[in-house]
């Protein structure tokens, strides 16, 4: 598939740049008019800007073969010219491009077609009317959950290139549902779903706010439940008021031991105290991120020279830039898969997929609410695409 765009001083040169350069199959994506120029937005130079595209198959082009003729020398009268003319055989010509010309014009072609994306998407977001309209709607439902940059480019050429193979015979909902097995596809190498139970201690990490001990409490339930494991609590977080007894009121409730540790001597205790135990939730405090003196503290409490699986938690409430800044500083720690909270309290994603694409980390649980142990499931690839092209089950 190959498309362009073609700029004339009128509809009708631009229509006649169109045929020449792209033969009567040409498709036009969209038209408008554009002014470009001019002082103060005065004296603009009025232009016509097409946008078409051509389905491009390689073909023989066979000339016409005509009979063979033996040669013969046909004299012009002298008056005219004293020249022979002579008339040869035309042989069949069959040219087949060969598969490197294939291959170097299918490059260019993508290429055209990955421009023609970034020019036709502005700084601000705003989705330009140069794609179909179904394609228009992947664009905006990708803008409504602030994908990066870099994802819209790719989901939208990806989106395209089905458009276009499809012959433009796809329906608004057929092609919500390619968008969503795209998701899942691009997500399926990633490590997703919960506890691993191949280490025995799982540490629950992140700034204040995002619901870690509730979170932890809905994981020891899962793990009680439904996997049958035997489970304890250990507390790092000394600092917030009230911390230490609400991790102890899930504790009760799920009847589980809980250990609360101030220093690195106190978490070897916990951890001889906790030899007969299965699983190993450890709640750590929630303070600014941005102090790192906070990240070196867990290193003085928490011995992650242990089987440690640390899971990072993030509330998609939060900025993306945020988000990146948190991992950064946290960084440190070995972080095996995210956590994403508070679901329910926002109507964009993308966050999701925005953290998976920039830092290759999969995801381990997405919570939807306050309840536990219900408002929690396991994540995958197939659970983030339907939140992003169906939204939240009510």
Avoid at 151 to 179: C, I, R
Avoid at 360 to 387: F, H
Wanted: hydrophobic residues 40%.
């Amino acid at each position: 598939m190959k498309i362009k765009k073609f700029t004339a001083s009128s509809m009708p040169d631009a229509m006649k740049t169109v045929k020449n350069e792209l033969g009567n199959d040409a498709v036009i994506l969209n038209s408008r008019i554009v002014f470009t120029g001019g002082i103060l937005g005065f004296f603009r130079k009025k232009s016509f800007e097409v946008i078409a595209a051509v389905d491009q198959k390689v073909q023989q082009d066979i000339k016409p073969i005509l009979k063979e003729k033996p040669k013969m020398a046909v004299h012009v009268p002298a008056n005219i010219a004293k020249e022979q003319m002579i008339v040869k055989q035309e042989k069949p010509n069959s040219q087949i491009l060969s598969s490197s010309k294939q291959t170097e014009n299918i490059l260019k072609e993508i290429n055209e077609l990955k421009t023609l994306i970034k020019s036709s998407q502005s700084d601000s977001g705003q989705i330009l009317s140069a794609y179909p309209q179904p394609i228009q709607e992947i664009q905006t439902l990708m803008h409504q959950h602030e994908f990066s940059p870099s994802l819209k480019e790719k989901f939208t050429l990806s989106m395209m290139e089905k458009w276009f193979s499809s012959n433009s015979n796809n329906a608004n909902e057929d092609l919500l549902g390619q968008f969503k097995e795209e998701i899942t596809r691009f997500l399926l190498d990633k490590p997703f779903g919960g506890i691993s139970f191949t280490k025995k201690y799982v540490n629950v990490i992140g700034p204040t706010g995002v619901g870690k001990t509730t979170t932890l409490a809905k994981i020891a339930a899962d793990c009680i439940l439904n996997h049958k494991k035997k489970v304890a609590f250990i507390t790092t977080d000394t600092y917030r008021i009230g911390a230490i007894e609400q991790l102890k009121t899930y504790a009760q409730i799920l009847n589980v031991p809980v250990e609360v540790c101030y220093s690195l001597e106190d978490f070897q205790t916990a951890k001889k105290k906790f030899t007969a135990y299965d699983v190993i939730l450890i709640d750590t405090a929630g303070r600014n991120f941005r102090n790192k003196k906070y990240i070196e503290d867990l290193h003085q409490v928490i011995d992650f020279n242990l089987e440690v699986e640390s899971f990072l938690v993030l509330a998609l409430t939060a900025k993306q830039k945020d988000m990146e800044d948190i991992y950064q500083q946290f960084s440190s720690i070995q972080i095996n898969k995210f956590i994403f909270t508070k679901v329910d309290e926002t109507s964009a994603y993308g966050s999701m997929m925005n953290m998976v694409e920039k830092f290759n980390i999969g995801v381990a649980y997405i919570t939807t609410g306050q309840n536990v142990p219900d408002d929690m499931i396991p994540a995958s690839p197939e659970a983030i695409a339907s939140l992003i092209t169906s939204g939240l089950p009510t």
